[in-house]
């Protein structure tokens, strides 16, 4: 509870003992004027004024009047009970939706917290697992095309040798050196320098 | 002494060169025995002819120089400096694909001493896989230039030549 509610209360009660005390001081001053107008009745006359039968009829007016007044300081009462009721209800209404709209805003970014905390680790778990992806895709890449290299290698060295082969089965006997004297000639003029260098060494 | 000599283009070998050397100095033998006879017996003129092989036939013909007892100085000098020859002359050693005829090894010999050294030798070896071209080796470094080499040099173009083909 705080201190706007205990204030409130505080409030309430305070009105409640003034309407209390506020009828007891009506009804104490009706009693207190009807005894008073007893005793002026009984000064003023000094004899035998009124008979008894208008004694009995001022006394039952008398009464009558009193129970009026005590229905309109009841009714008065009840109004104003109705309007500080109405008025704490109210209030009361007003504070609770107050308060309401306090928590609810504090739930809603409380929740708008563990949205974006959530969003942002799937965010984070989404970027890790991405990444990872990436780095298997590129290791396997990698593993596939040295693998690839690989096997292009074996595969020309075999060729490489298929072909020599064939190729010097095919001319074992029959190499016309004759015929490759202009590219041997050709071939030795291109590194002519060089072999003149090392021989001169 | 020691004169400038011409080798003939059929001696292209430095084991060559030893063979005619020996065969020199027993020629140079025989013409001194020969000159010792005339100079006893008071000839004028050789009464025999030595017998000499093509090669030595080839080198003094090159040379000038005959072989009788009057070009004995000559032959000596002529020993002198064949032997020094030997022991002095570059060489290079040549492999080809196939055994080469004498007229092949001339023209490589005749490249050799015109555009490397006048007085190279070289000698030959035969390995038939390299399928064609030569390899030219000069003390420790050599020259590639066979077929086979290049075959495998450029053996991406197999690869290509063989996928075109597919």
Known sequence: MDSFQLTVLIGLFTLVIVNVAYILWALGGKLH??????????HVDGAKVFSRHEMTEVGQKAEADLAAAAAQSSDDFHAMLDATMTELNTKAKDMITQTLSKEFEAY????????????????????????????????????????????LD?????????????IVESLEHNVDLGAQMKYIIASLESRKEDIKKDVLA | MSMKVKIPLEIS??????????????????????????????????????????????????????????????????????????????EVHLTLAAFPTLAIRRQLVEWLRKEIH?????????????????????????????????????????????????
């Not at chain 1, 004027?33 to 009984?42: A, D, E, G, Q």
């Open chain 1, 33 to 42: 004027h009807k005894s008073s107008s007893k005793r002026y009745n009984v």
């Open chain 1, 108 to 151: 809603h970014n409380s929740l708008a917290k563990v949205r974006t905390q959530t969003l942002k680790e799937f965010t984070d778990i989404k970027k890790a697992s991405d990444e990872q992806k990436k780095n298997l895709q590129d290791e396997f890449e990698a593993k596939v095309t040295a693998q690839e290299a690989l096997r």
């Open chain 1, 154 to 166: 074996q595969f020309n060295q075999r060729l490489d040798d298929i072909v020599s082969s064939y």
């Open chain 2, 13 to 90: 070998s430095s084991d060559q060169l030893g063979e005619l050397t020996w065969e020199l100095e027993q020629k140079i033998a025989e013409v001194r025995r020969l000159a010792i006879q005339n100079t006893v017996l008071g000839r004028e003129k050789d009464v025999v002819s030595f017998d000499l092989s093509p090669s030595l036939q080839s080198v003094l013909d090159t040379n000038n120089v005959t072989c009788d007892t009057a070009s004995l100085e000559a032959l000596e000098g002529l020993l002198g400096t064949l032997k020094a020859l030997r022991d002095t002359a570059p």
């Open chain 2, 118 to 166: 006048p007085q190279v030798f070289c000698s030959f070896s035969v390995r038939s896989d390299l399928c064609g071209g030569l390899i030219i080796r000069t003390g420790a470094v050599q020259y590639d230039f066979s077929f086979r080499s290049r075959l495998i040099n450029n053996k991406h173009r197999i690869s290509e030549i063989y996928s075109d083909a597919k």
